[in-house]
Each structure stands twice: as structure tokens, then as C-alpha cells.
């Protein structure tokens, strides 16, 4: 129930604003702030609520929907989705103020969007409903697509629709694959069902697999983006405001792993396995070219749209990794990359409050002017290089220790190892670490070190009382997630452990099996929460 | 381990506490708050370890001590923190006092709270005095983190925090131009120092990894009860190598060459010298860079299973001793000068901890802090009174107005040229004498000459460019300009006390180290427990040869024959420098300078290895950056792939939107052939046929031959005729879709079907060829 609620008051406070009169714009930010704080409120919640000895589903509610055709109403978070879930709520209230500026015109419409972004990225998070997923994961796009073509930039028309498209291009293809499962199973079965929990109890053919990942798993390496698909983000960053990129960075990109996670990776493991040299290759491939790319950028925005590329590709290798570390630290990563990367987007964005321009070449010797903007800076950025004792290094070090242990701790599981040389692969990626360092400090260099050159910079006004509130919750939490990171870690760690374990049954019961339709496995029990009720095996009905 | 808890934890608190006040709020305390709020946060963390050395360590060490030798560590543990929990991951924040930790503990507090004070006088007309102590708390409290860390993982956290310490400190006057380059060469210089020592951290984060994933812990005192699987082979792609301590030892020592600025990782090290001198004093000379010798002397267990990489330790050493010395000859700057001289230094340590000396490499380490932070204060307080200048060739007679700076200074000097009785002959001459003495299995008979050679060459070379920069600077007439020598005055109490304090130390201190032949070694005995157990772990090996005296070390002549060689070296060098500096350039110098042009202005540019590494790494990586950002993110992906497809589709459309023109005789002429064409293709007669049981048959094999199942389930009236191709006329016209035939002789037969419904009558497309055998 109290995910519903935490996905309610978001489309209350949407409704709300919308029927306010629009020159209110004051009201409407008084009204969207104490919505998205609401939210957040409620979703401290959840963390008295979980469970952290419990690796399923918690929480969870089951409503029948569309009755007809199998869709219900089924949310529920476990530890992999409790903090993507929190982070999402603790950014939106940080976003819309923010923007308290910036957004100067239709400001209600600016609210109303990013309260229904909200609605989508928390649903998109707890659904455990294939169509639900689907739905809410399309509801997204169009207030992201708003945001960056009303409110953005020069270019703003055609990022928006770059967007759009490319995403759109990944999730028909999921659509597709979802459609498949569903008919597939309902034929092995006689249950026609989207429902995830039903459905991830079946596993289908090698073949199927393949190609079922496959959809699956380009719709969501867009949205990570993983190299080369990487390139709608540069310009969806540099052309939204900055509250847009903000979300961006700080959640939507974490949809596209936390999809790998909860979706791709769960219901075909075989593929999985079998993509997986490739993919973590990508994810390396992406970790240095993101990095060196965005060493080579003129613009700040851009910079930093290149260094998301560069981090989530340590994600992904965390979650190729197949190991508890591994894993753990990819979702660990996903949270302290949406607070670091946050903060710098939010940095950038206070630059072009007051020069309207990101260019590296117009700053420099701005410490001097913004003193206090130049410290909190300085804490973001060094949490982006991954320096320890800040959140950064946590997340880094354990996937590079997950994916390092790979070869070991498969062998031990009894699993094919599925990354070539892991330690060659681990090695490369470490390189990261030096670039990562690279282009940070070279950002910072450049527009914060020196003499003031630019006349226009000479008058420049430190941060006002608002603009340090933004930034105080990101680096106090930056500091918490990096000096004590338990909380979070231990967590996630039961379902993680629970991710493992199912997937190792998942990935033995689909090797050799080559099959037309899927077949279900013995109940795996510890997945499945109680409020579903037992349906009726009919092993291989029509076939 | 005979321990006890005790709230360790204070030691490197207090000094970040006072950096978190200092750097949130300290701009709005009085300058006063500040520096009593700094400095005595660093005296706190100096008596707090003080007290744990003498009540609590002092009597387990003395417990130990008489237990002899296999006796466990006497050890103070702080109570353990969870850091990060995950998985197979268990990382404990645990602290740890023992022998060597304290040896650290006191060198950063006691010095650190020295330059703390210094830096109220130095610092005192900055405008940014609250932020210069906050970052300098910070760097103390890292530091004693990085010594008192009783896991990898807290000493990597410590090593990081003192880089970007380093970092912030280098690039203190963000704003200021550099001697050299106009613009924000101080923060590039930061910059610099961050990168390059990331270089390293990337081979130390590889090195943790492996240990990790070989001995499932991080813990130190745990590794080294590890011994076995650190022994295990590594074996890449099967290749087995060598053992995994070689390669965690070597790639370990990638990350100290980067702290440590030894070769290859040293070029940061003379840049760093923009920051404000106590920084040279405390992080780039006493403390920080010297994070390298004590991480390898903390790891002594790893090293000493493995003698091949201890050599590579020790030539590296005593390479860059050599090294850095002979640029330090044609230097100008003052901080330019010793921080080669640095360099050179710790290159001397290396080469102690590499040839197992360690108790040598840390007691240099100890006197080193002493004599070199004082020599870096007094060249602050002659920046001082330059009013900033720091070229030595404007300097001279300094030692008239500048009496207690000039003593102090010439003492350091003594000490680091290594001047019996001071502090840097024995600490030096120990390390010298390891070097000769100790034979290191894997390396030739004559390493150790080698080593023994760079490291008296080198010791002849620090003796010579010391007294260079000492006569240059105070002896003489002045050679400044009218207003600096107007200026030209004794530092205040504040920056003076220090210095005195610390020359004190550098004479001194050496007795705490005697050489064997003299007397006791109390510091060795000090470090025993902790830096003796690799040897002793090592002995159980079977399978490796520990490195170990030779013949020499048992010779006692030889040894006092030796201390005496390297005094007269000593001597040398400061006579030759007296002879030709004393009172300024002479022109033997020039003419000197003059026969050995070309090797000269190779040192003076630093044997353009800033310029190799430029050219070599940095602008080819620069330049690939912007090829992939411009050629395959911008055209390749983008233009190409992405846009390139958009505009394929644009085209389609612009193209099929003629079509839809609104003209409905054209629809229906469209509509017309659409449904011929659906008609025709529905009603096409099938083309293929199977042939059973293969097409490789015997003679008299009955073959049969099927075309039904192409049109399996479709309501149509066909006809069939079949011709086999071996001659016997075509079968009847016959509705059945299967015929049967036998051929009677060897050879390759073209089978042809034809068909017929109501319209048309087609031939098989597929002919199809049977063999017979």
C-alpha cells in the first residue's frame, strides 16, 4: 500500500498543480516542492518498512487491472529497487528547486511535467508487471521529451527528438518481446499473465533467449546508454535545462541497468550468459572511450553528459560480473552516480545561470567570485573521480573487486565463466580511474583555477541561500554514502544473494533446453511473495 | 598479538575535525581561532600518540622484546568500524598501533605541529589563512590515517586523502601565475601531482585487487599469515610466471614510485613546488611522499617472499638517487634544488627497504622529516625575507641578516651531506653499508657493488649541491636588487622556533641509530618486531632464497672502512662546492660550465623527461581524445549511423509521399495490380520437391520423390509429371504429388518436375541431381 501511496501523491500534487491558475507561478513551485518533498517524506518510509534480512519482494500489491488480458496492478520493492526508488524521490524536490529560477516561463506546465516524470520513474521502478513496466516506462519519455524541447536550449527540437526516437526504437522491441513471453507462456501454461513474478518462473528455449535478450536488452542499453548507443545523451544533456539533465543523469539512465537487473539478466540467464563477453566489453569499451571523449570536450555540459557514459559502463560491468560484489556495487555505483553526476549537472547549471554559456574557454579564476560554490563543487567533482571516503570510490571498488573475483567465484558456483580474462578486462577498466581523474580535474581546472580572464566574470555573485540548499543534501549524503555505506550495502545484499541464487537454478534449468514453448520451473518459493495465488501448472498444453 | 583497545581513532580525528571546522567556517573566525584551532588539533593528535606509544605500547614491545624473536607483534588495535560489507568483501576500518606506526605518528604530528606553527607566521598576511589550515589539518589527519590503517583498503583511503591534499595545497594560489608559465600554472602543477600519482594508484588498486582475489582479505595482519597463497603462481593464460607476491609487490610498487616521486612517476614532484613552502615542508618532503617507504616497509612480508622485485626496489632507489642528485646540480631555484634533492633522498630510502633494511630505510625516513623540513622552512623564511624571489643567483650574504635561518640551514646541511656526528651519516650510512652487505638472491654477485656505487656517488653529489645552494644563498656579498635587500630581515619568533627545534632534531636524532660497530641500534631494536617478521615468515618458505647478509656484513674493518670512505666523500663534495661557490659564482664555474655545455643543459632541463612524457603519453592521448570525440562519436555513430538512418527515412518518405497525391484512378490502377499480384502468387504452383531417401542411392534403389509438402493444406487441383533424366520417357500427367522411380545404371540424373493447375503449367524450379552408385 505504501508504494502506491509514494506513487500517488506525485500524480495528486500533478493534478493539483494542473487545475491552478497559471500566472500563480510562485504557487505552483511552493505547490510542486511540497508534493515532491510529500513524496519523499512518505518514501523515508519504506526504509522502516523493508526488511533488510528478506531477499523477495516486499511490500508488494497485487490489483487486477485489465482482467481480460492478464494485466493487474502488481508493485513491490526488494533491496535492488529500494534505493533507486529513494533516490528518485530525494532528486525530484532538489530538481524542482533548482528550477525555482531558471524555469521562468510556463512554469506550470514545467511542475505538472516533472511531477509526472516522478510518477513514471518510481512506477517504472516498483512494477511488477510486464504491461504496468511498459506503460510506465513509456510514460517517461513524453514529460522528458517536454522538458527538453520546451524548456531546453538552442538545439532543443532536435535533441528532443533524438530522444525520443532512439529510446522509442529499444522499447518497441521490448514491447515485442513482452508480447512473445506473453503468448508464449500463456500457451505452455493456459495462464495468460504479464505479471513478472508468474512469468520469470518459466524459462524459454536457448534460442529464444537469445533473441527475447536481445530486445530486451537493446531497449535498455539505449537508455544506460552503453557505447555506441551512447550518442542521444550528449545532446539531450547539453540542450535540457538543467533540472532535465539532472533527472536524466540522476535516474533515467539508472532505468536502463536496473532493467538489466530486474528484467534481462533474471528471465534469460542463458543469454545472458552468453552476451555477456560482449556486453562487459562494451562496458569497458565505454568506460575508457566515454572518459577520453569527454576529456576532448569544449563544453561543460558535455563534458559531464560523457563522464555518465564513462561511469555507468562500470555499472554494467559490475552487474556482467555475476557476483554479490559485483553487483552490489553496480547498485551502489547507480545510487552515488545519480548524486555526484547530479551535483555536477546542477553545478553547470548555476554557470549558466549567470553567463548563459557552458563553454570551458569563457570560465577560469572563478574561486575567487564564488567561494562557496567552488567548495561544494570541488566535493562533487572529487566524489565523481572516486576519491574514497566519498561515495564514488565505494561503488568502483566493489565492482572492480566483483568483476577481478569473477573467474574465481563462478568456478566455485559451478558457472561458465562469461567474461574473457576478467582480470584483463578489470585492468582495462581501472584505467577509468586514472581518466576519470583526467577530465574531472581538468573541468575544474579550467573553469575555477587561474585569474579571472573574462571580463564578464569579475562580477559574478556566489551562491544565493536557495542554490546552497540544492547542493548541502547531495554532498552531505556523498559524504554518508562514502564513509558509511552499511546501511545501503547490507540492504541490498539479501537480494542480491537471492538474484544469484535463483539465477544459477535459472541458467542450469535453460542450458540444453530447446523447446518451442517455455516451461515452468518447480517453485523456486522464496521469489514469489504470498499475495499471488498458486496458479495451476499445465505443463506443455497446446503444444 | 599481545594488544589492547584504546580509542585510536582520536589521533587522525582531531585533525580532521579541525579541517571540517576551519574549511566550513573558519572564514568567519578571527585569524587567532584559526591557527590555535589548527595547530592544536595537531598537538592533541601528538600527545594522544605520544600517550598510546609510552603507556600502552612501550610495555608490550618491552614483553615482546623479551620473548625474543618469533614473539607475536606488540600492538594497540583501535575497536574496528564496518566500512563496506558486500559479498565476499568484509573491509574492517580498523587502526592499528605498533613499532612502526608510532615511529610515523610521531614524525607527522611532531613535525606537522612544527610547521603548523611556522605557517602562522609564513601564512599570516594570506587572505586565505582559514582555508590554507584547514587543508593542512586535513592532510595530517589523511596521513596518520594512511599510517595507522591496519588494512589496505584504510591505507588507500589515507593515500588518496593526502593526494588531494596535495592537490589543493599545490594549487593553494589557484590564481597566481607560475614562475614559468603565465595563467593558472599552479593549478596545472596540481594537477600534475594528482594525475601522476593516479598513474600509480591505478597498478596499487591493481595490486589490492589481486591480493584480494587471492587471499580473500585486505586486513595486514591477516595477509601476512597468508604466506601460502601468496606464493601461489600467477598464471595468465596459463603462462605461469611468477609467484603472486612478485607481481602484488611489483604493481604495489608502481603506486610508491608515484607517491614517493621515484622513476618513473617523480616529474610531479619538482612542480609541486608551488605551493606555499610549509606545504613543500610538510607534505612534499617530510611526510607525504615518504608514504611509499613506510607502505613497503608495512608489507616487508611480501616483499621479502620475493628477492627479484626487492632488487627492483633497490635499483630503483638508488637509481633515482643518482638521478635526481645530478639534476639538482643545475638548479636555480631554491625549493627547485631540494626537491631533487627530495627525490634523491627517498630514493635512499628505497634502496634501504629494497635491500630488507628496513629499520634503515625508516630511520632515514625519520631523520630525513627532520633536516629536510627544516631545510625547506629556512628556504621559506629566505623567500621571506627576499620578498618571493627564489633564485638562488640573486641571493648571497644572507647570513649576516639572517643569523638564526643561516645556522639552521647550515646544520640541515651538514646533516643531509651526512656529517658525523649529525643525523643523515648514520641514517645515510646505514643504508649504504645494507646495500654492500646484503646478498639478494635472482641478482648477480655484483648488484650489491652497484647499488653501493649509485648510492656513494650520489651521496658525493647531494654533499656537492647542498653547499652549492648553501654558499650561493648566504655566503658572500648580496646580489639583490636595491628594494628586496632593503627588505631583507629575521623571520618572526613563529617561523624561527621551528626551525630551531627541527636543526636540534637533525643533529641529534641520528644517535637513536648507530651503526653495528659503534654501538646499539635503538631504533632498529624499536622496529624489530614488526620489521623482522617478513624475514622470519619468509625462512619458513621453503621454496624461495631470503635475501640475506653476505660475506661483507660479518667484516667489521670493512664497515668502519667504508663509514670512512663516505665521510671523505662528504668532504669532498662540500669543499669542491666551497671552492667554487663560495662568495658566488666563480669563474672556475663558468668555465666549467663551459667545457660540459651540453651536459649541462641537459640537467638544467631536467633531461627533458617532462618533454619525452609530453610527447610520448600526453599529446597522443590528447590527440585520440579528440579523434574519437570528432571521428567516431561525431561522424562515425552520429552522422552516420544515427542521422544517416534518419535520413534514409526522410528520403523514403519524401519519395512515398508522391504516391499519396489524392488522384483515385491512380489508387485504383495500384489497387488493380495489387490484387493480380496476390492472386498470382497465391495461386503459383508450388517449385520444390524433396527427394527420399537421399539423393545418393544405389542402382536398383527404389528413390521417391515428393512434392506435397509445399503446398500442405491448401484446397488446390494440381497435376504432376515427372522426368527422371536417365532416358525413359516422362510419366502421365497424374494428380498425385509423389512419384517412384528405380534406376537401373550408374551415373548423375537431372530430375525435373512439372506442373500444371487450371492457368499455367510451370517447371520445377529446383532440378535436382541424383547419384547413383
Not at chain 2, 573566525?29 to 592544536?40: F, I, M, T, W, Y
Amino acid at each position: 500500500m505504501l508504494l502506491t501511496i509514494i506513487l500517488a501523491i506525485p500524480l495528486l500534487g500533478a493534478i493539483v498543480v494542473a487545475l491552478m491558475p497559471k500566472h500563480e507561478e510562485t504557487g505552483c513551485r511552493h505547490m510542486g516542492m511540497f508534493f515532491s518533498l510529500a513524496t519523499f517524506a512518505t518514501s523515508l518510509g519504506l526504509i522502516a518498512a523493508f526488511k533488510p534480512v528478506e531477499g523477495a519482494m516486499q511490500l508488494s500489491l497485487k490489483l487486477p487491472w485489465i482482467k481480460s488480458l492478464g494485466v493487474s496492478f502488481h508493485v513491490g520493492v526488494d533491496g535492488i529497487s529500494l534505493w533507486l526508488v529513494l533516490l528518485t524521490t530525494f532528486l525530484t524536490p532538489i530538481v524542482i528547486l533548482s528550477a525555482y529560477k531558471h524555469i521562468a516561463k510556463k512554469v506550470k506546465e514545467f511542475i505538472v511535467s516533472m511531477l509526472v516524470l516522478e510518477v513514471g520513474m518510481i512506477g517504472a521502478f516498483v512494477a511488477l508487471d510486464l504491461f504496468l513496466f511498459y506503460v510506465f516506462w513509456e510514460i517517461m519519455l513524453v514529460p522528458m521529451y517536454l522538458i527538453i524541447g520546451i524548456w531546453g536550449h538552442e538545439r532543443k527540437v532536435y535533441a528532443a527528438i533524438k530522444f525520443v526516437i532512439y529510446t522509442m526504437l529499444g522499447s518497441l522491441l521490448m514491447l515485442v518481446a513482452i508480447i512473445y513471453l506473453y503468448i508464449t507462456h500463456g500457451r505452455a501454461t493456459g495462464d495468460y499473465t504479464f505479471d513478472y513474478m508468474v512469468l520469470s518462473q518459466s524459462v524459454w528455449s536457448e534460442q529464444a533467449q537469445l533473441w527475447l535478450f536481445a530486445a530486451f536488452a537493446l531497449a535498455f542499453a539505449i537508455k544506460v546508454p552503453m557505447f555506441p548507443l551512447h550518442t542521444w545523451l550528449p545532446d539531450a544533456h547539453v540542450e535540457a535545462p538543467t533540472a532535465g539533465s539532472v533527472i536524466l543523469a540522476g535516474v533515467l539512465l539508472k532505468l536502463g541497468t536496473y532493467g538489466f537487473l530486474r528484467f534481462a539478466i533474471p528471465m534469460f540467464p542463458w543469454a545472458a550468459a552468453a552476451y555477456a563477453p560482449y556486453i562487459s566489453w562494451l562496458a569497458v569499451i565505454g568506460i575508457v572511450y566515454g572518459a577520453l571523449v569527454a576529456w576532448a570536450q569544449k563544453d561543460a555540459k558535455k563534458l559531464v553528459a560523457y563522464s555518465s557514459v564513462s561511469h555507468l559502463g562500470f555499472v554494467m560491468l559490475g552487474l556482467m560480473a555475476m557476483t554479490t560484489t559485483g553487483i552490489q556495487g553496480g547498485i551502489y555505483q547507480m545510487v552515488s552516480h545519480g548524486l555526484s553526476t547530479g551535483g555536477l549537472f546542477l553545478a553547470i547549471g548555476v554557470l549558466y545561470d549567470r553567463r548563459h554559456t557552458r563553454l570551458l574557454a569563457q570560465f577560469g579564476g572563478l574561486w575567487k567570485r564564488l567561494p562557496v560554490f567552488a567548495g561544494l563543487f570541488m566535493i562533487v567533482m572529487l566524489s565523481s573521480a572516486g576519491l574514497p571516503g566519498l561515495n564514488g570510490f565505494v561503488g568502483e571498488f566493489l565492482i572492480l573487486v566483483g568483476a577481478f573475483t569473477h573467474h574465481g567465484e563462478m568456478a566455485q558456483a559451478g558457472l561458465p565463466y562469461f567474461i574473457w580474462h576478467s582480470r584483463i578486462v578489470t585492468a582495462v577498466a581501472a584505467t577509468g580511474v586514472v581518466l576519470g581523474a583526467v577530465y574531472l580535474l581538468h573541468l575544474y581546472q579550467k573553469l575555477m583555477f587561474g585569474p579571472i580572464q573574462n571580463v564578464q566574470n569579475r562580477e559574478l555573485e556566489d551562491l544565493s541561500p536557495r542554490e546552497v540548499w540544492t547542493f548541502v543534501p547531495l554532498v552531505v549524503l556523498i559524504f554518508i554514502m562514502g564513509i558509511y555505506p552499511k546501511p545501503f550495502l547490507s540492504r541490498m545484499e539479501q537480494a542480491v544473494a537471492l538474484f544469484l541464487r535463483e539465477y544459477k537454478v535459472k541458467f542450469q534449468a535453460s542450458e540444453g533446453y530447446r523447446e518451442a514453448l517455455p516451461k515452468r520451473l518447480p517453485d523456486l518459493g522464496y521469489r514469489t511473495p504470498k499475495t499471488i495465488a498458486p496458479v495451476k501448472l499445465g505443463m506443455g498444453g497446446e503444444r | 598479538m599481545p594488544s589492547i583497545d584504546f580509542p585510536l581513532y582520536w589521533i587522525p580525528l582531531l585533525p580532521l575535525l579541525g579541517a571540517a571546522l576551519n574549511l566550513l567556517v573558519g572564514r568567519k573566525l578571527s585569524r587567532r581561532a584559526v591557527h590555535l584551532l589548527a595547530c592544536g588539533s595537531v598537538l592533541g593528535a601528538l600527545l594522544v600518540g605520544l600517550y598510546a606509544t609510552f603507556v600502552h605500547l612501550y610495555p608490550l614491545w618491552k614483553a615482546a622484546s623479551h620473548a625474543g624473536p618469533g614473539a607475536a607483534v606488540p600492538a594497540i588495535l583501535s575497536a574496528p568500524f564496518e566500512w563496506i560489507v558486500a559479498g565476499k568483501v568484509s573491509i574492517k576500518l580498523g587502526l592499528l598501533l605498533d613499532p612502526l606506526s608510532a615511529v610515523m605518528v610521531f614524525t607527522i604530528t611532531f613535525v606537522g605541529f612544527l610547521i603548523h606553527v611556522y605557517s602562522t607566521g609564513y601564512m599570516s598576511h594570506d587572505e586565505g589563512y582559514a582555508r590554507f589550515f584547514g587543508y593542512l589539518n586535513l592532510f595530517t589527519g589523511s596521513m596518520l590515517l594512511l599510517v595507522l590503517g591496519d588494512n589496505l583498503a584504510v591505507l588507500f583511503v589515507g593515500w588518496e586523502g593526502v593526494g588531494v591534499c596535495s592537490y589543493l595545497l599545490i594549487g593553494f594560489w589557484y590564481d597566481k601565475d607560475g614562475t614559468e608559465k603565465p595563467g593558472d600554472a599552479n593549478a596545472t602543477a596540481g594537477k600534475k601531482a594528482f594525475i601522476t600519482n593516479r598513474v600509480g594508484d591505478f597498478a596499487f588498486v591493481l595490486g589490492m585487487l589481486l591480493l584480494f582475489s587471492v587471499t580473500g582479505t585486505l586486513n595486514i595482519g591477516e595477509l601476512s599469515g597468508k604466506t601460502g597463497q601468496l606464493m601461489t603462481i600467477f598464471a595468465p593464460f596459463g603462462v605461469k610466471l611468477v609467484s603472486v607476491a612478485a607481481v602484488a609487490g611489483l604493481l604495489l610498487l608502481i603506486g610508491a614510485t608515484g607517491k614517493s616521486a621515484q622513476i618513473p612517476l617523480y616529474v610531479w614532484l619538482p612542480d609541486a613546488m608551488a605551493g606555499p613552502t610549509p606545504v613543500s615542508a610538510l607534505i612534499h618532503a617530510a611526510t607525504m611522499v615518504t608514504a611509499g617507504v613506510y607502505m613497503i616497509a608495512r608489507l616487508n612480508f611480501i616483499y621479502m617472499l620475493t628477492p627479484t622485485v626487492m632488487g627492483v626496489v633497490a635499483l630503483v632507489g638508488a637509481a633515482t638517487a643518482l638521478f635526481a642528485a645530478t639534476i639538482g646540480f643545475a638548479q636555480n631555484d631554491i625549493k627547485k634544488v631540494l626537491a631533487y634533492s627530495t627525490i634523491s633522498q627517498l630514493g635512499y630510502m628505497f634502496l634501504g627497504v629494497g635491500v630488507g633494511a628496513y629499520s634503515a630505510g625508516v630511520f632515514h625516513l625519520f631523520t630525513h622529516a627532520f633536516f629536510k623540513a627544516c631545510l625547506f622552512l629556512g628556504a621559506g623564511s629566505v623567500i621571506h625575507a627576499m620578498s618571493g624571489k627564489q633564485d638562488i643567483r640573486e641571493m648571497g650574504g644572507l647570513w649576516k641578516k639572517l643569523p638564526l635561518t643561516s645556522a639552521t640551514f647550515l646544520v640541515s646541511c651538514f646533516a643531509i651531506a651526512g656529517i658525523v656526528p649529525l643525523s643523515g651519516f648514520f641514517s645515510k650510512d646505514e643504508i649504504l653499508w645494507k646495500a654492500i652487505s646484503t646478498g639478494i638472491p635472482g641478482w648477480p654477485a655484483w648488484f650489491p657493488a652497484l647499488l653501493y656505487g649509485l648510492g656513494l656517488a650520489a651521496a658525493l653529489c647531494t654533499a656537492f649541491y647542498m653547499f652549492r645552494l648553501f654558499f650561493l644563498t648566504f655566503s658572500g656579498e648580496s646580489r639583490a636588487d636595491e628594494t628586496t635587500r632593503h627588505h631583507i630581515h629575521e623571520s618572526p619568533p613563529s617561523m624561527t622556533m621551528p626551525l630551531v627545534v627541527l636543526a636540534a632534531g637533525a643533529a641529534v636524532l641520528g644517535l637513536l641509530g648507530l651503526p653495528g660497530v659503534m654501538g646499539p641500534n635503538l631504533f632498529h631494536h624499536w622496529l624489530a618486531p614488526v620489521v623482522d617478521r617478513g624475514a622470519q615468515l619468509a625462512a619458513t618458505v621453503s621454496r624461495i632464497q631470503p635475501v640475506s647478509d653476505n660475506a661483507l656484513a660479518a667484516n667489521h674493518g670493512v664497515e668502519w672502512g667504508l663509514m670512512l670512505l663516505s665521510l671523505t666523500i662528504a668532504t669532498i663534495g662540500i669543499l669542491v662546492a666551497r671552492k667554487l661557490y663560495a662568495g658566488g659564482a666563480t669563474p672556475t664555474v663558468e668555465r666549467l660550465v663551459g667545457g660540459i655545455p651540453r651536459l649541462h643543459k641537459a640537467a638544467a632541463n631536467k633531461y627533458w623527461v617532462d618533454e619525452i612524457y609530453g610527447w610520448l603519453l600526453l599529446k597522443p592521448l590528447r590527440g585520440l581524445a579528440i579523434a574519437l570525440w570528432k571521428a567516431v562519436d561525431a561522424f562515425v555513430i552520429d552522422l552516420l549511423g544515427v542521422n544517416g538512418s534518419a535520413a534514409i527515412v526522410d528520403v523514403v518518405g519524401r519519395m512515398s509521399r508522391r504516391l499519396h497525391n489524392g488522384n483515385v484512378q491512380r489508387y485504383l490502377v495500384a489497387l488493380v495490380c495489387g490484387v493480380a499480384l496476390i492472386v498470382v502468387w497465391v495461386s503459383w504452383p508450388p517449385d520444390r520437391f524433396e527427394v527420399l531417401p537421399s539423393t545418393k542411392v544405389q542402382v536398383g534403389q527404389a528413390v521417391s520423390f515428393d512434392a506435397s509438402k509445399e503446398l500442405a493444406g491448401e484446397q488446390r487441383t494440381l497435376r504432376y509429371r515427372w522426368d527422371f533424366g536417365d532416358g525413359t520417357p516422362p510419366t502421365e500427367w497424374s494428380p498425385t504429388a509423389v512419384a517412384s522411380h528405380t534406376f537401373t545404371r550408374k551415373g548423375t540424373y537431372k530430375v525435373k518436375l512439372q506442373v500444371e493447375d487450371k492457368r499455367w503449367r510451370t517447371e520445377a524450379k529446383e532440378t535436382r541431381k541424383v547419384e547413383v552408385r
